[in-house]
């Protein structure tokens, strides 16, 4: 993958992705909240209050929109510290005004996770946690410090102090458990996100090389036939030339070169028309092309095609899908990889499904992360020590993952297994002891009707590149 995607994938930037313009449109809502509620309370429910200072509060939040409104761009993203500072004069402000109106005992003090939770959203792991030590300290300030609630006649409206330390311990829990969950889950989207990224350009890849190969085929096509009437004349010319020394000699350079000409094209790719046929093909001719670039790995690959019953007939033509052959490829390096010696490949079919399974003589799988295989960035996540028989691996689980899309897209499901127990001494264990891969597909899904197989293949279409 070059440099560029792999930067791409791994940069794990979390700045620069809130915009200026929804922070202000949310602070607008909670002005006209804080100011309704101020509202209500005092006219309303005839509560007594500070209402100068609650709406300097609210003015502070109206000056701050208004002057970022006009010195900033609409389109303006904020960096990593603007936004963190954003949302502490946020929580800031609203701490303020819970001051104002009861601390604790006002039950809007929920809010205060809110700055937190976006923090844990859209921001470091670093600033949301310095955002949650400051929304704790100012928690407990809130606690204990404050300016009571009364009504017009004096009466104090204040909760028990034990139902006071109850709605402070929640608060701080529920602001760790918020802010950790809405974490967790960002994060995981977020590799999500970036490995499906790694999927589509992949497939993107794998789609020009075919498309490659396909122009280099039709060319060795088109081209066959003049460089095959230049090497018959040349041949016819030299049986007349022979009393010509000199140009004999040049003749034969001509035969020569029309033959370097062909093998060049032969090497380039495989020789044949690019006609419909290239679309479909015997699945064991899939199957080969997928593992042909690890073929001299030093490893030995064995392969068998061989159907479930007498009735499911003759070996099966299956479109020759660009996210088949790269899935595939994928699950047989991964074999070749971490295998012994051996790889087996082994195709089934029968009337209603086809059925891959690739299997080693490797270690096989981390018994620990056999139910999480085929997740992106698996071994990223947990810190393991480097494998000695391959150093330089370090283990995403990204190709795997790769792998599991883009055969899922195909519609075929896709287990993940050990072929021995890891605790059975080695005369005990098999010869496909390894990691065990496991494709099954319905047969319709890859398999074409018989009028593509067995029809006329018909004109040849343009190709695009």
């Known amino acids: 993958m070059p440099d560029l995607e792999v930067d791409i994938l791994t940069a794990g930037h979390r700045s620069e992705w809130v915009r200026l ?3 202000i449109n949310l602070r607008w ?7 309704g509620a101020v509202l209500v309370a005092t006219t309303w429910l005839d509560l007594s209050m500070n209402v100068g200072m609650c709406i300097m509060a609210i003015g502070a939040s109206v000056v701050f929109n208004i002057a970022s409104g006009i010195i900033y761009p609409k389109n303006k993203r904020l960096s990593e510290q603007e936004t963190m500072l954003a949302l502490l004069f946020d929580m800031s402000q609203l701490v303020f005004l819970l001051y104002l109106t009861g601390g604790l005992n006002n039950p809007f003090a929920l809010l205060i996770l809110a700055p937190v939770t976006i923090s844990a959203t859209s921001l470091t792991l670093r600033s949301t946690v310095a955002l949650g030590a400051v929304a704790v300290i100012l928690i407990t300030i809130l606690a204990w410090n404050y300016e009571p609630l009364q009504t017009v006649d004096g009466e104090i409206l204040q909760m028990p102090d034990i139902f006071i330390t109850g709605f402070w311990i929640s608060l701080i829990i529920g602001l760790v458990f918020l802010a950790g969950y809405a974490r967790r889950v960002t994060t995981e989207t977020e590799s999500m996100s970036q490995a499906l990224v790694a999927t589509q350009m992949a497939l993107s890849r794998e789609q ?7 122009v280099v085929a039709a060319a060795a096509h088109e081209l066959g036939t003049p460089l095959a009437t230049i090497k ?12 010509c020394p000199q140009m004999k000699e040049d003749i034969q350079l001509i035969g020569q ?6 093998d060049i094209l032969r090497d380039m790719g495989r020789t044949g028309k690019d006609d419909m046929l290239i679309h479909h093909a015997p699945i064991s001719s899939v199957v080969r092309e ?14 068998s095609f061989t159907p479930k019953s007498l009735s499911a007939g003759e070996q099966p033509s299956i479109q020759r899908k660009p996210e088949i052959i790269h ?11 971490f295998a012994q010696e051996n790889i087996w490949i082994d195709v089934i079919w029968s009337k209603k499904s086809i059925r891959i399974v690739i299997a080693d003589d490797g270690r096989g799988y981390p018994p620990d992360l056999i139910g999480r295989i085929g997740d992106p960035f698996v071994s990223k996540r947990r810190k393991r020590k480097p494998d000695p028989e391959r150093p330089e691996y370090e283990g995403m689980g990204l190709g795997l993952f790769i792998a599991k899309t883009l055969l899922e897209r195909t519609g075929a499901e896709i287990t993940f297994a050990n072929g021995s127990d890891p605790f059975l001494t080695v005369d005990e264990t098999p010869a496909r002891r390894g990691a065990i891969v496991e494709v099954i597909w319905p047969r319709e899904a890859i398999v074409p009707s018989e009028e593509v197989t067995h029809g006329p293949l018909g004109k040849n279409a343009p190709m695009r590149v």
Do not use: M, W, Y
Request: with cysteine.
């Open 327 to 337: 899935g595939l490829r994928n699950l047989i390096q991964n074999a070749v990889d």
């Open 208 to 214: 020009k090389l075919t498309d490659l190969g396909r």
């Open 21 to 23: 313009r929804t922070l």
């Open 257 to 262: 070169q029309a033959d370097r000409c062909r």
């Open 290 to 303: 997928a593992a042909e670039p690890h073929e001299n790995r030093g490893k030995q690959l064995h392969f």
């Open 232 to 243: 018959l004349v040349s041949t016819e010319l030299l049986d007349e030339l022979e009393d």
């Open 29 to 35: 809502l909670a002005i006209i909240g804080q100011a």
